[in-house]
């Protein structure tokens, strides 16, 4: 998996709360008439954004300066700006940050300034405004204030190699239903071969990433990170320990997956990209890429661990607006503009980087006719019912959940036993998860 365009924030809501608080009450640099707007991305984000804030240059008068970084270097360098009093008019946030920038008095209540502009909220994906939403104590929530708009969503579907199937004479899958566990894995260990007969395995079913993928398994079997209201860590349940088991198991027991010899030699995602594996993950943000592979590809449920639903993550990216800005109301009209304008929208979806934020663009969107993926529906699907934020996405910071992957090697090599490893990490993400909430609280009464 390309890490770059899945990071999730790695500083915790209290380091960044840390880092902030010498912010409050700066103003931001900027002229009534120019804008700044901090991003990150490649060059076909850049390009695209760039079309469409020049077309909002063209319609209101106001410049925007743009600042572009790549993934892997946004959080430090926004929290670079925002320590020097040089916060950006308008800029990404990312959905575990949230609570931290609004403790800090960084990010605007934007939901008048939104409202007054006449934003049709019912008609962006549910999941995208509520990830921005803040009530003071629980972020998600449809009643919560306001902070940011999505930038995008990003349902995170399953793919297969659709010309590997066929010529190995296999049934496609149906793309309304998901398989079975044992039907994913029976054709995945089908679909393990040696293909030229010199007597090493160079085709495989699969080759999923436990960071990434687990959450489907996990969710499909009935587990979960944590309580509904993320105050216990549930890392321990047997549904929870099932599933890791049986992404292990992929390995272990199946022997479908690449080892960590091969692995080592060329990782799962370029022999995807090789057309040596036979199911891998597919965000939106990968189909410009996978468009232009030497094989057919198309879009499936996840298989279904523990019964006969899918489950799946939705990532998010927002853009918010500094609560010291010279130029509140450009600031929202920008905000608003990249996030719910059809054209700007078009230009970011032609890029093929994202799906569209309007939903009725979306639905016309999937029904093109000659479209790549075929089956485009799958990500609304994902959207509409059944994707679920990841388990960091809405508490104060991520250490807690980044402690599940730190020593989880063992157990992904069969070396370790899921019930152990989890039994011996919870108490340490609990201990985490508890400290997270007490930084909220402090964050709060500082704020």
Known sequence: MRKSRLTIAA???????????????QSAAGSSDELTFMFRGGADEKAAYQAAIDRFTEETGVTVKMTVTDADQYATKLQAAVAGNKVPDVFYIEQANLQSYVASGVLMDITDAVAEQGVDLDNIWEYGVNSYRFDGE???TPDGALYGLPKDIGPFSFGYNKTMLEEAGIDLPDPDVPLTWDEFVDISSELTTDTDGDGTVDQWGTGL???WNLQSMVWSNGGDWTNEDRTQVTVDTPEFTEALQA???LTNVHDVTPSASDAATLDTYQ????GEIGFFPVGPWDVSTYNELDFDYDLIPWPSLGGDESATWIGSLGIGVSATTNNPDAAVELATYLSTDPEAQQTLVDANIQIPNLVDVAEEWASEEGAQPANRREFLDIA???GRAMPAAFTYGAEWYDELWINIQPVIDGKQTAADYLAEVQPKMQALLDKSHQD?????AGS
Do not use: I, K, P
């Open 11 to 25: 500083v915790s809501g209290a380091a960044v709360s840390a880092l902030l608080l010498s912010a409050c009450g």
């Open 138 to 140: 629980l972020q998600g």
């Open 209 to 211: 990433n436990v960071q």
């Open 247 to 249: 992404f292990a198991d």
């Open 271 to 274: 022999r995807w990209m090789a």
């Open 384 to 386: 509409q019912d059944y």
């Open 440 to 444: 909220a609280e402090q964050a709060r």
